[in-house]
């Protein structure tokens, strides 16, 4: 019998580290993760109070603006989002309710509905988007300078590359 206290025994792998453990791809993925999630943190209390709303019905407007007309049956909301309907129909009430979208049914489809933003939405949109948008590449900024040499720097455009500029501080002038 085997006592499950004792670790039973394994050949270790010969010049193995923890390194190894993760290939690139998936080290890669939770860097990504891990930026988004400090993104993430540092934007809910920015989205509350510039735009009154929370972060989750924030990614809603978001999507909606980018698309054409800005509308979107919701059931393509919840698979962009990644979220359950029953979640998303309560955000887009409180949308609702808040007068930043209109939902109708979808043309030819009684069954889908289609959401829409508002004309207040836009104008909340347009004056808090661009301090939002500075705040997102500040905390990306932050998150890939705290990873060190790290391809987050490519997810925003015009990302100062840290890397560069402190190695060019450093060298002396010639």
Known sequence: MVDPNT???QPERESSSDADLLPAELR???RL???????????????????????DEFLVLCLLADQPGSRLRMTRIAELLGRPKTRLT?????????GLITKMSACGDRRGIEVTLTEKARHLLGESSRPLADAVSEAIARTASS????????????MPDTDRQDAQSQDPPG
């Open 7 to 9: 670790r039973a025994e």
């Open 28 to 30: 890669s993925w939770m």
């Open 33 to 55: 993760l891990s930026a988004a999630g400090a993104v993430e943190q540092q934007l809910r209390s920015r989205v509350k109070d510039a735009m009154g709303i929370s972060h």
């Open 90 to 98: 309560y955000q887009v009430a409180c949308l609702q309710r808040a």
């Open 147 to 158: 990873l060190g040499n790290s391809p987050l720097r490519d997810i925003l455009p015009g």
